[in-house]
């Protein structure tokens, strides 16, 4: 995906495994939190959301869980292929009274081995 | 394809001058969002309109502004370039208002703004 700061944190794994990408988030009053996958040259694509009154959501081949007591987010991808090389971004936001503009993580860089 | 459209994709302009941004959003969308992504700051939130109407503001400089047209479709305006406005600069729309629940936003593929 697109640089997104001088030090992207990356994550290297082999085809097959699993990845889990970890994300902490600083608002306490988020109740609103998003992955999103950035391939290069592209615009963030929606993996999966989930509310604060959750603690797990899962989709095809995704789950994200959300502990609030330590305010943290993580993405698990299952059976990790060759086209999930991307970067990786989680986003918060506090939903009420309508405005809900995205707080974006620094980002991961999930690299697929062979 | 998310169904948000940008134009243009590149743009190439000088300091202190001053360029439009495009966003058609996803049909039926009533909320639009703009991002500035740059490589020292990351994605940024940058301003929100819901139908027509400001919505909330985010690290927005007071030299750039936007606006959202009674079709939807949204420009942002950057003006008085300065070399540190080169970035990406993405739309997202969001089915918020047709669903009151729904706060997914979807991107458009960018501008690639470069200041020289």
């Known amino acids: 995906g697109e640089s997104v700061g001088l030090h992207l944190p990356t994550l290297s794994v082999q085809e097959g495994d699993n990845s889990i990408i970890n994300c902490a988030y600083s608002n306490s009053a988020s109740d609103y939190f998003i992955w999103y996958k950035q391939e290069s040259g592209k615009g963030p694509q929606f993996i999966i959301d989930i509310r604060s009154n959750m603690d797990k959501r899962q989709g095809q081949r995704v789950t994200v869980l959300l502990n609030k007591t330590v305010k943290h987010l993580s993405l698990q991808i299952a059976a990790t292929q060759p086209g999930d090389s991307a970067v990786y971004f989680c986003a918060e936001t506090d939903s009420g009274g309508g405005a809900d503009g995205l707080t974006f993580g620094k980002g991961t860089h999930l690299i697929i081995q062979p | 394809d998310s169904g948000v459209t940008q134009t243009p994709k590149h743009l190439i302009t000088a300091t202190g001058q001053r360029v439009t941004l495009r966003c058609s959003p996803r049909s039926g969308d009533l909320s639009v969002y703009w991002y500035q992504q740059s490589l020292d700051q990351g994605l940024q939130f940058l301003i929100q309109y819901y139908n027509g109407e400001e919505r909330a503001k985010g690290n927005i400089l007071e030299r750039f502004s936007a606006q959202q047209f009674p079709d939807l479709h949204s420009e942002l305006n950057l003006s008085s370039l300065e070399l540190g406005d080169s970035a990406l600069y993405f739309c997202?729309?969001?089915?918020?208002?047709?669903?009151?629940?729904?706060?997914?936003?979807?991107f458009g593929p960018g501008t690639r703004l470069t200041v020289t």
């Open positions: 997202a729309s969001s089915p918020r208002g047709r669903a009151l629940m729904s706060h997914e936003q979807y």
